[in-house]
């Protein structure tokens, strides 16, 4: 397993990581973990519970919602896997990535292109931030299914954005295989999820030597006509929706409306699994309710002895 568990600070190069930790710098493509939180983040707003209000106090607790950069120090390239209502933060954060981009002026281009998994707050709604009142991004491409295009062209104010040429839909079709650079490719997967506007993806994304799964949201892994087992022995690591750690999380509220493979359906799933299959198992987009936040607590333990981990903001996977 050749993920570099490092807390990156928003302007730490990957050869000179955060406090008390050295990696080397990627040679080749790797992938960024610019958030972990469900949708709406952790602090939720508004939200007074202890974990929340922990967040506020100690910056080093939040999460932001999750996404992913990939990174090709080869070309200087760089992609972001979902566009979040944190995506300012996050480009800060992404500033360093690949150490070899080169750009001039006082607004380069941002990205050399998007995926998106799905119409849900969390994953598209940062979007805005490339429009005219604020980045004004050109013509970036941005991958989604073919619905999602019909969805972003159709409806304001997404079709703004369309039809002012700041972004250029491009549909994905389920396992389709999109050539990023020599050996990095990133493919599409459809998954079961409520799909009130778009359907749902997920992706790998495939490098040199290693791939990862990106698949931050399903309703349950039994309602996906793959078994999710089928996908994990084809990568070499996977993050996988960790949304509630128990049904029991969000008092009245019914979880079947929002569903989501509980983490602990997640570690009974895969408990037959040999270690090296779970290894590869880090949880992430997960509800600010969600114990596993909270490294150390029960959950995160339970995790790890179940041979799992959970995600953290600004780890790196060397692709
Ligand atoms: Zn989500
Ligand atoms: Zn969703």
């Known amino acids: 397993m050749r993920a570099l568990f490092t807390f990156l600070a928003a302007a730490t190069l990957p050869g000179c990581a955060g406090p008390g930790s050295y990696t080397p710098t990627p040679r080749g493509p790797y992938v960024v973990v610019l958030g972990t939180a469900q949708d709406a983040g952790l602090p939720q707003i508004g939200c007074l519970e202890e974990r929340c209000v922990r967040a506020r106090k100690h910056p080093q607790e939040r999460r932001l919602v999750t996404s992913l950069l990939l990174a090709d120090p080869r070309t200087g390239k760089r992609w972001l896997f979902d566009a979040t209502p944190d995506i300012r933060e996050q480009v800060t954060r992404a500033a360093p990535h690949p150490p070899t981009r080169s750009f001039s002026g006082p607004r380069p281009p941002l990205f050399d292109g998007l995926f998106l998994t799905h119409a849900h707050m969390g994953h598209y709604t940062g979007l805005l931030h490339l429009g005219p009142e604020a980045y004004g991004a050109k013509d970036l491409p941005v ?31 389920q396992d389709e295989r ?36 990106y698949l931050p949201d399903i309703d349950k892994w039994e309602r996906w006509s793959t078994p999710i087992e089928e996908v994990l022995a084809r990568v070499d690591h996977a993050l996988l929706d ?6 029991d999380e969000i008092p009245g509220r019914d979880l079947s409306e929002i569903p989501h493979p509980l983490i602990t359906e997640s570690l009974a799933r895969f408990a037959p699994l040999p270690a090296s299959e779970r290894r590869k198992v880090l949880f992430t987009h997960l509800n600010h309710t969600n114990p596993a936040c909270d490294s150390g607590s029960p959950a995160d333990l ?10 953290r903001d600004g780890i790196i996977f060397e692709l």
């Open 143 to 173: 991958y989604v299914s073919t619905r999602f295009d019909t969805f972003l062209r159709q409806n304001g104010p997404w079709s703004l954005l369309v039809d002012a040429g700041v972004i250029r839909p491009e549909e994905i079709l």
């Open 302 to 311: 339970e995790i790890g002895n179940a041979g799992m981990g959970v995600a």
């Open 242 to 247: 960790g949304a509630f750690y128990t049904a």
């Open 178 to 213: 999109i050539t990023l650079g020599e050996n990095l490719f990133v493919r599409a997967l459809v998954v079961p999820h409520r799909d009130e506007f778009t359907d749902t993806l997920a992706f790998i994304i495939e490098g040199p030597r290693e791939s990862l799964l």
